[in-house]
């Protein structure tokens, strides 16, 4: 549905986006992990046409960039900030967009009030978009690019600055739609919504630093990842431990990664004995997301 | 046109919304009118005069007498010296100064050249050049006076009839209000739509607006229809301003008025779009329309006679809407002419609109960046 080669795109001195291909096929979750300024937004626009690249190509369900506009008849888009109109309703919101692509009044209504049912938002058709919350603003721009029933959907970081309530029901929305058969591309800084995508490019300083699925991302990861709880709470106790390849704090216990833990575990003992702090416990774990991010975010900087 | 539509209703619900914009819309008319078409006045009467004469004769008397009998000067003061005229100039107690000499009636009566001098307080133009004017005249008339008086002859030997057309009275509101009018049109139009896109572009809206299959001309035309009712709105409320407050007749068609007006309307919101389509901000938006409006104001005749100006700046004027207006409403209002003599202003008019609309829609390019 979508492909991208080496799209490049530069602000000023800075490089946003280097040389980023990508593929997205029908049917799929994709999700484009990393952290603010990593070029997620930039990447996304170049992508449905609001920014032109300096280099690269992109076409959209088969039309290359000179004819997006066929293609943006059947694709909804979710920009990062709410881009509705805070001085209309919900209901007036939807019918605009739901005009804008030529359905007819009846059409918008049935639609907007099954759409609008799933998200909850049925008692709000009166209100006015400005006076909804934060959580309520995103369904609603997700509600206006769906009641054209698009065959694809892009959504940048949809739910930055929502609540973790409102976040997990979003995602269900999302796979709801998936399951319908739409394509997904959704941009996130969230590692645990990464985990919930069939896809994912981790994008880092413009540029891919690994795709794949969740699951194979974590198999190829090649460290081992242990849990320590230890009697400290100095998040800088391994500071100097060569063995670590790295080290995340998480308030009461440490997250390690090791190459080779036999030589390693004896190494972490010892440390912890000569900084005179007892070790409570230390188990493998399953690597997360995030701890594979944040390892081929380091190796980026190395 | 489906489209169009959407963008139509949508901006009707938002400016339905607006109620400090409409407001204005309703009040700039009304208060604007009241206050220019009052408040301007190119005729200066009733000058404060300081009088320093030393002839103190029959004939100084009948002099000043014709000075404060015109009306336009008003004899407040007396002086014993020429000092004392100035200092009553300086300090802005009187803005003409009137000096007549010892030997003005001895002169008068041998028939040699009486002098009088008159001082104008020339700082402020307006009021000097009626000052210098109307003295020169009240001279030429004595002395025309005495002439006839002394040769014997039944009246002047040229007598030259004015008769002033289309306003003899030569009231200033007749000549202001429609003007104003224009001027107050142009002004809601330009800087309201000049707003329409680029405060989108602001708000983020515009995003989300590019992603969907509108078109850019489906766009510009449904942000601008709204305004057109709102223009015709506004030239209604100021035209029963004008007919009821301050009297002006209406001698054209009302009819011709209001379907010439159209072009009007068009040719300042497609500066308006225009605008909003180059500007970054709000803010900048808001800098050009002020940038366009004072030329406007000044140029094109409003203000200053265009016949007046360097070529230059005659040349610049024609390239001010509002110029061709002021030919359209004056012309109708007052001369009561009808389109057959306005195919030029309108047919200018109708070329603004199509330039500025097509560049508009060319320049406005469905990105964000």
Sequence with gaps: ???????????????????????????????????????????????????????????????????????????????????????????????????????????????????????????????????????????????????TRPGMLVLDEPTYGVDPESRKEFWKILYRLNKEGMTILVSTPYMDEAELCKQVAFINKGKITAIGSPSSLKKDFGFKIFE?????????????????????????????????????????????????????????????????????????VL | MNRILAVLHKEFLQMRRDRMTLALVFMLPLVQLLLFGYAIQTEVRHISTVVFDQSLSAESRDLLQSFSASGYFDINYTAGSYDEVSRMIDSGRAKVGIIIPPDFSRSVKRGEPAQAQVIVDASDNMVANQAVAIANSIGLIKSQEI?????????????????????????????????????????????????????????????????????????????????IALGYVQITVALLVGVIVFGVPVRGSLVELYLLTLFFITASLGVGIFISNIAKTQMQAFQMSFFFMLPSILLSGFMFPRDAMPRLIYFISNLIPLTYYLDIIRGIVLKGIGFQYLVGQVASLLVFSVVLLVMSVIKFKKKVA
């Excluded at chain 1, 800075?14 to 997205?24: H, K, R, W």
């Design chain 1, 1 to 147: 549905m979508i492909k991208a080669a080496g799209l490049t795109k530069t602000f000023g001195k800075t490089v946003a986006v280097d040389g980023v291909s990508l593929q997205v096929g029908k049917g799929v979750i994709f999700g484009l992990v990393g952290p603010d300024g990593a070029g997620k937004t930039t990447l996304i626009r170049m992508i449905c046409g609001l920014i032109t690249p300096d280099r690269g190509e992109v076409s959209l369900m088969g039309y290359p960039a000179a004819e997006i506009e066929k293609a943006r008849k059947s694709m909804g888009y979710m920009p990062q900030r709410f881009s509705l109109y805070g001085d209309l309703t919900v209901m007036e919101n939807i019918n605009f967009f739901g005009s804008l692509y030529k359905l007819d009044r009846d059409t918008i209504n049935r639609r907007a009030g099954e759409i609008l049912a799933v998200t909850g938002l049925l008692n709000f058709k009166k209100r006015f978009a400005d006076n909804l919350s934060g959580g309520m603003k995103q369904k609603l721009a997700l509600t206006c690019s769906l009641v």
């Design chain 1, 228 to 300: 320590i709880r230890a009697g400290t709470r100095d998040p800088e106790i391994f500071n100097g431990l060569p063995v670590l390849k790295d080290v995340s704090f998480y308030g009461d216990k440490f997250h390690v990664a090791v190459k080779d833990p036999a030589a390693a575990l004896p190494a972490i003992g010892e440390w912890l004995a000569g900084k005179n702090v007892e070790m409570m416990s230390c188990k493998e774990v399953e690597p997360s997301m995030e701890d594979v991010f944040v390892s081929l975010a380091e190796k980026e």
């Design chain 2, 147 to 227: 002439l006839t008086r002394l040769k014997n002859i039944g009246g002047p030997p040229y007598d030259i009839r004015v008769r002033p057309w289309y306003n003899p009275d030569g009231i200033t509101a007749y000549y202001m209000v429609p003007a104003i009018l224009g001027i107050i049109v142009t002004m809601t139009m330009v800087i309201m739509t000049s707003m329409g896109i680029v405060r989108e572009r602001e708000r983020g809206t515009l995003e989300q607006l590019i992603v969907t299959p509108v078109k850019s001309y489906e766009l510009m035309i449904g942000k601008i229809l709204p305004y």
